[in-house]
T-cell receptor, first 115, second 114 residues
Framework: KQEVTQIPAALSVPEGENLVLNCSFT??????LQWFRQDPGKGLTSLLL?????REQTSGRLNASLDKSSGRSTLYIAASQPGDSATYLC??????????????FGTGTRLQVTL | NAGVTQTPKFQVLKTGQSMTLQCAQD?????MYWYRQDPGMGLRLIYY?????TTDKGEVPNGYNVSRLNKREFSLRLESAAPSQTSVYFC?????WGLGNGYTFGSGTRLTVV
């Protein structure tokens, strides 16, 4: 059974700092990995999607990397801003189709960026 | 804006009442899903519909029923609400079984059962 862990569970950084959020998964046979952002009381917003054949994806100040063989992904946020404060979730989609291909979510990292 | 729309956004029910949560997507996705999110439990899959005309149980289906009304709409029904069903419910959609460009989530329905 796929297990997805995110470390740290919570993180507080001053504005302007670069930071890294970690996501690890136990089964490397994945199809893709998706990073989401969730603001308090809101839904999930997709940030980046990395296919299993890719090593990284970038969007603005965000960069996500994937190392399938070691079961790790990182989300790098450059020059953090107070507006980046949210919970960040990673989700892994296994290979194949059918019920075995359901998403497995990590436990999330709650980020606070202070002034 | 293209995406997943859920209604209602908030709901309070009394134990034993019934209600239907509505979800519609306009991205021509084949697969749709219902999740619930609880503190300390993360997101758990309730039911899913891989394609129009099919539905199946996820991890926590007890107390719920679903209907895939057409390709766009996927509803979740609570027949007799219980306090344990107090949660935030999210609908999501994707290309067939999450192939392609990943999942898109709605903004959620916050349900309280008293």
């Amino acid at each position: 059974k796929q297990e997805v862990t995110q470390i740290p569970a919570a993180l507080s950084v001053p504005e302007g700092e670069n930071l890294v959020l970690n996501c690890s998964f136990t089964d490397s046979a994945i199809y893709n990995l998706q990073w989401f952002r969730q603001d308090p009381g809101k839904g999930l917003t997709s940030l980046l999607l990395i296919q299993s054949s890719q090593r990284e994806q970038t969007s603005g100040r965000l960069n996500a990397s994937l190392d399938k063989s070691s079961g790790r992904s990182t989300l790098y946020i450059a020059a953090s801003q107070p507006g980046d404060s949210a919970t960040y979730l990673c989700a892994v989609r296994p290979g194949g189709t059918g019920t075995a291909s359901k998403l497995t979510f990590g436990t999330g990292t709650r980020l606070q960026v202070t002034l | 804006n293209a995406g997943v729309t859920q209604t209602p956004k908030f709901q309070v029910l009394k134990t034993g009442q019934s209600m239907t949560l509505q979800c519609a997507q306009d991205m021509n996705h084949n697969s749709m899903y219902w999740y619930r999110q609880d503190p300390g439990m993360g997101l758990r899959l309730i039911y899913y519909s891989a394609s129009e005309g099919t539905t199946d149980k996820g991890e926590v289906p007890n107390g719920y029923n679903v209907s895939r009304l057409n390709k766009r709409e996927f509803s979740l029904r609570l027949e007799s609400a219980a306090p344990s069903q107090t949660s935030v419910y999210f609908c999501a959609s994707s290309e067939f079984w999450g192939l392609g460009n990943g999942y898109t989530f709605g903004s959620g329905t916050r349900l309280t059962v008293v």
